[in-house]
């Protein structure tokens, strides 16, 4: 089994907000997931925040083998720079 670090689509259409997920790589997208990390929003509005993520639990994840994606590598730095 290839546990992976992924985004799960919610939101409307042409709203998007993203879920932070660890998943079985066989799974599909928005199937079952083992945890949820925590949420990515692209276009933002009003006093919601852009990202939120729990790097501790991410870093636990990696240390366990968890592979991320390339976007989900771009949103951890973008956690980690604020």
Do not use: C
């Not at 907000?17 to 079952?32: F, L, M, Q, W």
């Amino acid at each position: 089994m290839a546990v992976v670090i992924r985004l799960a689509r919610m939101g409307a259409k042409h709203e998007p907000k993203y879920r932070i997920t660890v998943a079985d790589s066989r799974r599909y997208v928005t199937g079952k997931f083992l945890d949820i990390l925590g949420t990515y929003i692209p276009t933002p509005r009003g006093n919601d925040k852009k990202v939120e993520l729990d790097l501790a639990k991410v870093e636990e994840w990696i240390k366990k083998g968890a592979q991320p994606t390339d976007r989900v590598k771009h949103v951890i730095k973008l956690a980690q720079a604020k």
